[in-house]
């Protein structure tokens, strides 16, 4: 049996316990001691004062001398009124003057450690964020968070002190340098960032879960990032919405946008969680962009302002004074704003109707306005269109041949998209560096699935423009260009290369123009902050991968609802955005009308026109690539038959 411990051991072992326990126990020992001593020199004094009081002790007094202790203790200088009294009085000021000096020393150093210690706490992110009705962001994406932060920014340029808080498993100091140094204009946001675990539940609740408004999950690895990562990723991002529902008291009122990779996962996740999800796929999402904005050149400049918080938004809106009123109609009746679709009671969402729908009282419309303060609807109309006879002409389907340089995620995404635009006939040519075995038999699937398409492996590098003129791009329709992660570690790599391509491109096409064919060049960028280089590149209309993604993550955090609208834009089937020219609905296309009168003839063609887009000015930055979005009804513009109108259809004809 082992000894028994002495008593000295153990009160040496609860001293050391009490002690452990930090400041509070250091400060609460040196009080004990101060006391001890502060007694120690009264009795010192006590002792003088009875064998030899002097002139001066005497009318200082028995409960004087405790009050000269004490003085003595907290400042040595009071030593100095005992330097006549007698040795006793000396020896009591000496003890107290240096005990006192070693005591408050040791206490204001105390305090001065527990002050830092407690900022050290503070600048790690640990402490309780008390918000209502605040943006939750969880998890970090330097480039994501960025654009997620500018688009929340603008949404809440009209909110009374709104706030955005972020927890992430990353240092606070660092995020919040980051931030400092991206995201310096936060105009009336407030940015709070915290440190932790999201999918910890004490790290949730010190986010402020209970009282949030939204939570944005986003994922832990990035576009460019591997397949491993990825499955990485969305299994962080499960853990974390199964901690949400654990947290939140109630749970059923949270709206939740997380970005998930797998189809599987994001399934198994939407029907097993108590409250909504909107979970985005966003290879996805920015492969039908892509190639919705290869068929309309400008579309993807549309894209990016409905998108976006900067400009027109779209909402969903219900005024029961429209009651009876016909969709056609309806149009008419807004200063601001173009009716896209109809909301049932029922939930049910039509985009762009029948013309004669009749609009129930308790009906609701998806409006693409400025803001949702400016959607008024007035009884009388607030601009009458011109009666104009249309030639409702179409665009002739004609064979076509894509390129597409470089392959990822989105490639048979796109393939397959394209598959619902070409007749038969039409080519797809893959160009890339070495395919890997995964890649050629993914490609060879497409080719077995689409048969009425050939679609073409060519095992050729792109940086040497002898091989580009191979695959002869100056005859192509489209061009499109995907970042090819596997040759590049990060977005800034990514992005350089892909210049580099559209640069030998550029000087091909400028070289071998034939019949004023100059193709559509298509590419994605994995840094926004590239955009002005890959425009100067040559690309009448390219994607920024990041910033769109996190534009649709920033508007569904405001409006959950907003997902089954880009659901419908985006799908295969129902109606889409177009930009069409002129030329298809008027006879005489070189006339001045109306925005009220292209809203009007573009009805004609069972479509909602939302904008115009001017040929001319499609190279011009500074005028919006041409492109103007719901203006004035009453505007009127000199237009061409190259001029286009920016539309709601059923198909591209």
Known sequence: MSATPSSKARLRYRFDNFMAKGGKSIFVSLFLVFIVSLALVYGLRLIAFSVAPGTDEREVGFWGQAYIAWLQMTDAGNMAQDIKSSWLYKASAIIGGASGLIIMSML???ITTSLDQKLQALRKGHSQVVEQDHTLILGWSPQRIVE???????ANESEDDPAVVILADVDKEEM?????????????????TRSGSPSALPNLQLAALDSCGSVIVLATASEDGSDAAKALSDACVVKTLLALANARSDASDLDVVAELYDDTRRSIIQENCPFQISSVDASDVLAKIMVQTSRSVGLSVVYSEILSFDGCEMYFANDPKWADTTFADLAFHFPDGVPMGIRTSGGQLTLNPPLDTRMAADDEILIVADDDSTIEFRKKPVATPRNITIVNQKLKQRVEHELFIGWNRKGPIMVREYADYLIEGSTIAIMV????PEVKHEIAELAAELPELRIDLVNLDPFHIENLEKVQPFYRNNIILLSNTSLADNAEEID???IMILLLLRRLIEDNKTNNHVPQ???????????NLISRAGVRDFIISDRLVSMLLAQMSEESDIKSVYDDLFSED????????????????????SFADCMRIAQLRGEVCIGIKIKSQETDADANYGVQLIPEKSQTFDLTGADSLVVLAEDEL
């Open 574 to 593: 129902g109606s889409e955005i177009y930009l069409k020219p002129l030329s298809l609905y008027l006879e005489q296309p070189d006339t001045t009308l």
């Open 176 to 192: 919040d340098d980051f931030l400092t140094l991206m995201v310096p204009d936060r105009q009336n946001t407030r940015v709070i």
């Open 521 to 531: 060049l298509i590419t994605e960028v994995m840094d926004s902050n590239n955009q």
């Open 108 to 110: 204001i150093g105390l």
């Open 433 to 436: 560096k070495n395919p890997s």
């Open 496 to 498: 350089a290369r892909t």
């Open 148 to 154: 997620i932060l500018r688009e929340l920014i603008l």
